[in-house]
C-alpha cells in the first residue's frame, strides 16, 4: 500500500498526459493525493513492458474520493467497508489485445483483479467515477458486467468545464447477480 511504482506513473503519464492530454504533467500533487496511502496499485506487463494499471483505494478519513467529488458523503449508505477502483487505464496500443489466460484483454483483467482485491479484505461496496455514459471515453458501460450499477448522481468533473460529467456507479459484492467475466 502506499506510493506507486514507478511503472505505474509511467502509465498515467503516457494515458492521461500523452494519450488523452487530460492533464499537463504527472506530477507529485497527482501522485500523492490524500489516498494515496490507503491503495493498492495493480500493474499489467507484457513482455516486462508495463501496459496497464488500476488502483484500489480505501477510505481516507472514513471516505473515498467519489465522495468528495460527488459532495455526497452517503453515496454507499454509510458502508464502512467499502473501496473505490480508480485510475483503471491501459495504453492504447494494448487495449484490444486479447491473450489465451486473458480473452477479454487487459482491462477486463485488471478490473478483475481489482474487484478479487476488494472481496479479500472484506469490502462490501465498490464504488468507481466515471465519465457519464454519452461521454466518448467513457468506460460507464464496460462495468454493467462486472455487476457495477449507476447511482444516478452526477457531478462536473474535477479536470475541469470542458469535460463531461461524471457519475459513480457501485458494486455490491456481496450481491449474486454479477456476470461472469
Known amino acids: 500500500m502506499g506510493d506507486p511504482p514507478q511503472d505505474t506513473i509511467s502509465v498515467w503519464t503516457t494515458?492521461?498526459?500523452?494519450?488523452l492530454g487530460w492533464i499537463a504533467d504527472v506530477d507529485e500533487k497527482f501522485v500523492c493525493d490524500d489516498f494515496h496511502n490507503g491503495c493498492v496499485h495493480l500493474l499489467a506487463y507484457l513482455d516486462g513492458e508495463p501496459v496497464g494499471t488500476a488502483r484500489v483505494v480505501f477510505p481516507c478519513n472514513g471516505y473515498l474520493p467519489c465522495e468528495g467529488k460527488a459532495n455526497d458523503k452517503t453515496v454507499l449508505r454509510d458502508c464502512k467497508n467499502k473501496a473505490e477502483i480508480t485510475r483503471v487505464m491501459v495504453i492504447d496500443r494494448f487495449r484490444k489485445m486479447t491473450f489465451p489466460c486473458y480473452p477479454n484483454g487487459i482491462y477486463d483483467a485488471l478490473m478483475q483483479r481489482a474487484i478479487t482485491v476488494c472481496q479479500?479484505?472484506?469490502v462490501e461496496l465498490v464504488a468507481m467515477d466515471v465519465r457519464i455514459q454519452s461521454s466518448k471515453n467513457s468506460i460507464f458501460r464496460s462495468l454493467k458486467k462486472f455487476g457495477f450499477l449507476p447511482t444516478g448522481i452526477s457531478y462536473p468533473d474535477?479536470?475541469?468545464v470542458h469535460f463531461p460529467d461524471c457519475t459513480t456507479v457501485i458494486l455490491d459484492t456481496k450481491s449474486k447477480v454479477r456476470q461472469p467475466v
Open 158 to 160: 474535477p479536470l475541469g
Open 120 to 122: 479479500s479484505n472484506l
Open 15 to 19: 494515458v492521461y498526459k500523452t494519450e
